[in-house]
């Protein structure tokens, strides 16, 4: 039972800082952002087990051969006054340190979405206020502003998408389509749940590595799901206008009328200034996804997509087979 | 009648338009006149909108925050806490701001870019 706990704290440092790391530089993910949307999740649901699991099993080791008898040891001495004399310093410390980051990051996950739900609340009532429908359907409203805006607001069948005047009038209709397939995207494949659990992720544990590049990356790979959802109906010219039009109306000056030229061909050039501009996080997003739609490479081959959801759920199987198998030995 | 939520949204729609606070009569009154004129007085003969309605919608407007009531008259008179445009403004403040938990709470196109890449795509626009 020892080792186990010497395991699970090297996957936990593993999985804290080299792994994220590299994958966060990775080319691949954008070839196929939904396996890569995969691992990083068994990278954070792994990376908090064996965190939690490498202490509880330290604690636990003097009081039992494996969890399930040293967790019945512990609950006699907490609940029932068994003599405690086994555990020493270390033992209980490591103890409180497993219950207390358990339902630290608990109350984080819930805190978090409490916060979320009342700012929604909130523009939604705005939203009912200020903003018309539009003609483009149920669930999409326009709001009277000049700069071009577009954004969802999930929250379930109240989930609205909301375009600006200002967007309407600098987009042609099949621009406007793939923005709004694309928003809509976002609402069917129910990205706000990740964007939810990540954003908590980070909150709860803000000075570890893997939670800032997991949400930096989580964010990415959701716009480039939800671009890949347009591309199926919307010619890829036609979305990256609409993605430059946008972007280049929403950074100070709102003239994203006047820079409309007339369609042409595509023109693979000018994309390596665009991946190379650093700033913010949403920036750098900005910008991969525009050299991804301007060069694309093909999707992973399928047996190595299935080798990384398989090395998923072995990343996930590992830490609870740590915790798990000393138990079924004994 | 129409449901609480259009009623707060008639409601706000007059004092945004009028200059002046009002008061729960005067905005019945005025309700009155736009659903009249919008769909004829046929819709809502007897079932004529009440101030205790109003005054429900507006207890809730100003419990979100966006009426405000002069305490010292009576009849109590209303007025919007501020403009149309200015909540307009709070609300893409929200969207365009750069609050941690924006990227949570909502969805853009496209997040904020720098000015320098705003020039690398405007650009590219012109190659397209």
Same mark, same amino acid.
């Given at each position: 039972m020892f080792w186990a706990s010497y395991l699970l704290a090297?996957?936990?440092?593993? *999985? ?21 949307? %995969? ?13 939690i699991g490498a202490m509880l099993v330290y604690g636990l080791e003097p009081i039992g051969d494996n969890l399930i008898a040293g967790l019945r040891a512990l609950a006699g001495m907490v609940?029932?006054?068994a003599?405690t004399t086994a555990l020493g310093f270390w033992h209980i410390f490591a103890l409180s340190a497993a219950a207390?980051l358990t ?109 800032? *590049?997991?949400?930096? !990356?989580?964010?990415?790979? %959701? ?21 430059? %039009? ?7 000056? !709102? ?10 061909? *595509? ?36 047996? %190595? ?17 740590l915790l798990v198998v000393p138990g079924?030995?004994g | +009648? ?9 409601? +706000? ?51 979100? &925050? ?25 609300? +893409? ?17 496209? &997040? ?17």
């Open positions: 090297v996957l936990a440092i593993v *999985l804290a800082w080299p792994v994220p790391v590299l994958l966060s530089r990775a080319q691949w993910p954008a070839r196929s952002p939904f396996t890569a949307m %995969i691992l990083w999740q068994a990278i954070a649901l792994a990376g908090g087990l064996s965190m609940l029932y006054n003599p207390l339902a630290h990051l608990v109350f984080t996950l819930l805190l978090t979405y409490y916060k979320i739900e009342r700012q929604r609340r909130r523009h939604r009532e705005l939203l009912s206020l200020l903003a018309s429908p539009s003609a483009e359907g149920t669930g999409t409203l326009v709001i009277s502003h000049n700069s071009p805006v577009a954004y969802c607001l999930p929250g379930g069948a109240r989930s609205v998408t909301v375009l600006s005047d200002g967007l309407m009038a600098a987009l042609e209709p099949a621009e406007l389509r793939a923005v709004l397939i694309h928003e809509n995207a976002h609402l069917s494949q129910r990205h706000h749940l990740l964007l939810w659990a990540f954003a908590a992720w980070r909150q709860a544990l803000p000075w570890l590595p893997t939670t800032r *590049l997991a949400q930096e !990356s989580v964010n990415s790979l %959701i716009e480039m799901l939800a671009d890949d959802v347009a591309l199926k109906t919307e010619s890829k010219a036609t979305l990256i206008k609409a993605i430059a %039009i946008v972007a280049s109306g929403s950074a100070g000056n !709102s003239g994203g009328a006047d820079l409309r030229p007339e369609a042409s061909s *595509l023109a693979l050039s000018g994309l390596d200034a665009a991946a190379g501009t650093s700033g913010a996080d949403s920036a750098r997003t900005t910008a991969s996804r525009v050299s991804r739609l301007l060069s694309p490479r093909p999707e992973l081959p399928a047996p %190595i997509r299935s080798l990384v959801v398989a090395g998923s759920v072995l990343l996930l199987a590992l830490p609870t087979a079924l030995l | +009648m129409a449901s609480l939520g259009e009623l707060e949204r008639a409601v +706000m729609d007059l004092l945004w338009a009028g200059q002046e606070a009002a008061t729960a009569n005067t905005l019945r009154d005025r309700l009155a006149q736009t659903s009249a004129g919008q769909d004829g007085a046929a819709g809502h003969e007897g079932k004529e909108l009440a101030v205790t309605t109003v005054l429900t919608v507006l207890s809730r407007l100003e419990k979100k &925050g966006l009426v405000e009531r002069e305490r010292g008259t009576r009849p109590h008179r209303y007025q919007a806490v501020s403009s149309r445009e200015d909540h307009t403004a709070e609300l +893409m403040h929200e969207v365009l701001g750069s609050a941690p938990d924006r990227e949570a709470v909502l969805a853009r196109f496209i &997040g904020s870019v720098s000015e320098g890449e705003a020039e690398t795509l405007r650009k590219l626009l012109g190659h397209l």
